[in-house]
């Protein structure tokens, strides 16, 4: 009798263990936007609310379950109008990726530090954590969103408001990476550094590069061109402007 129930507990404790495992493989990797999404939020302290009510492009989900549903439309609301103020027009939405789960895939925050928040959607991903996406710009003349391909041609980025200067980074594997930092001026970006690293599989070594503006005329010097054995001896892939910072 014992043993018969402690076969029936260690079934017990398979088929849970099977439940577990499937459960995991079937949760999908990307986000389900079939059934749209509304986000409502201020901009500057001396505006309304605005609600940005996004309209899916349903699709069926790939062979492995995944969703792949999109946006086809972005329309904007300010304040209690139930007349949208505009659609956020510009971005290329035929050619969208559904986002990955759990993703900050809409985002609402100040890009070009004017004290008005923008609009990042995130239009495509990859595994190694590069982003695309398109960005409108407020315009407090207008009180409308306008679509900046120059700041959506950014990819991957990182804020600091505190220093006002947008970092980016690509990746192409663990071997490659392109870096850059930007400062805005005029609502137009403007690029004060950039850092470069490669593998050369002929000389067996990870070549750096790091370019800063120098000079009267703020042009792009190379301060480094180093070659070296050690990932960690070229440039830093984990912060590319370490050692530009630390000066």
Not at 62 to 73: K, L, R, V
Request: charged residues 25%.
């Amino acid at each position: 009798m014992k043993m018969l129930r402690t076969s029936a507990y260690a079934l017990s404790a398979v088929l849970m263990l099977a439940s577990v495992a499937v459960s995991q493989q079937q949760e999908p990797i990307t986000e389900d936007l079939s059934h749209g999404a509304t986000f409502t939020t201020k901009i500057a302290p001396d505006l309304p609310q605005f609600t940005f009510k996004v309209i899916p492009e349903v699709q069926k989900p790939d062979g492995a379950g995944n969703p792949q549903s999109t946006i086809h439309e972005v329309r904007v609301y300010r304040g209690t109008s139930t007349e949208p103020l505009q659609s956020l027009t510009g971005c290329e939405w035929l050619g969208m990726e559904a986002p990955y789960r759990g993703s900050d895939w809409f985002r609402v925050e100040d890009m070009n530090f004017d004290g008005y928040s923008d609009v990042f959607v995130m239009t495509g991903w990859g595994a190694t954590g590069n982003e695309s996406g398109c960005v409108w710009l407020f315009n407090p003349k207008t009180g409308r969103f306008e679509f900046s391909k120059e700041f959506s041609d950014l990819g991957s980025y990182t804020l600091d408001p505190a220093t006002k200067t947008i970092t980016t980074r690509g990746h192409a594997g663990a071997d490659m990476i392109e870096a850059a930092k930007y400062t805005v001026e005029n609502n137009r970006l403007v690029l004060i550094v950039t850092v470069s690293q490669y593998f050369d599989p002929d000389r067996q070594e990870y070549h750096c590069v790091v370019k800063q503006r120098r000079g009267r005329q703020n042009d792009l010097v190379t301060t480094r061109d180093s070659w070296a054995k050690s990932i960690e001896d070229a440039c830093d892939p984990t912060d590319p402007f370490g050692e530009v910072d630390r000066k």
